[in-house]
């Protein structure tokens, strides 16, 4: 299967599978992992997704150029209203633990996460510009957004690639670590995020990329506050403040 899933406890581990091909992303992959985020967004027991690739050499290297250029039905990318590339609409959070190369449309996959920690061996690029296309799955838009502008023009028009540390120093990603430890790490961190009110979380997800992205500062606030006041209505909400004051770890139900 290109690609595996598995619930752990809450988490929803998605792991790109094809390391023979750097988990290039092929039709069936992709439709695959359209299902997945189909599965994490409307099951309620997930509560934090990870998703990775298989081995050490590549977290995900794009799209599978070589089947695309022998058949047409090998191209994906020609019917993305169709799929899910990224995690796009879910306000669960969502974390990319990037293991050697993401590149291109693995890029796309990276960006569209909340928050990303790499491996000390990860590369980042968008390469479009070197095969004459134009970088797709919100790679313009996001790196334009995510990072200084100069340094999102730089790497979308040369298409050359950044080193791990480079990538953190330019705030691409959360946290560089050792080689081999990047899903370990983004697993304690999604343990952390279970620990932490989900439709809260949901909420300052959506009001954060909704208002931050698409709205002016008073529409912003506007949304902010119609999320807080919903949340207040919250059993969640309740629970919280009577656990810090019975000083005990709160008991979230997601309701």
């Given amino acids: 299967m290109p690609i595996d899933t598995e619930r752990r406890d809450g988490v929803f581990l998605i792991t ?6 750097m988990n290039s992303i092929d039709v069936e992959m992709y439709e695959q992992l359209g299902a997945a985020w189909e599965t994490f967004e ?11 690739g298989a081995g050490e050499k590549a977290f995900c290297a794009g799209r599978d150029l070589v089947k695309s250029a022998n058949e047409e039905q090998g ?12 995690p796009d609409g879910i306000w669960k959070p969502v ?9 291109a449309a693995g890029l796309a996959l990276a960006l569209g996460c909340d928050v990303r920690v ?6 980042f690029g968008t390469m479009a510009a070197k095969r004459g296309i134009v970088a797709g799955g919100g ?18 028009l040369f298409a050359e690639r950044i080193d791990a540390e480079e990538a953190e120093r330019i705030h691409l ?21 279970l620990e932490n009110g989900p439709l809260a979380m949901q909420a300052m997800k959506q009001a954060a990329y909704e208002g931050g992205f698409g709205m002016p500062l008073e529409d912003g606030l ?5 999320k807080y006041a919903e949340i207040l209505r919250t059993e969640d909400a309740e629970e919280g403040p009577r656990a810090f004051a019975e000083k005990r770890k709160p008991d979230f139900r997601g309701r």
């Fill in 16 to 21: 790109l599978n094809r390391p023979e091909a």
């Fill in 173 to 193: 990603v959360n946290k560089v670590v050792d080689e081999g430890l990047a899903q370990e790490t983004a697993m304690e961190w999604a343990r952390k995020l």
């Fill in 95 to 103: 974390i990319a633990a990037v293991n050697g190369h993401c590149l």
């Fill in 139 to 156: 790679q313009t838009q996001r790196l334009a957004r995510y990072i200084p502008f100069g340094k999102a023009m730089e790497m979308i």
């Fill in 222 to 226: 506007r949304l902010e506050a119609r």
């Fill in 75 to 86: 191209d994906w990318s020609r019917a993305r209203s169709e799929n899910r590339l990224t």
């Fill in 42 to 52: 409307h099951d309620d027991e997930l509560r934090v997704a990870v998703v990775t």
């Fill in 118 to 123: 790499a491996a000390r061996n990860a590369t």
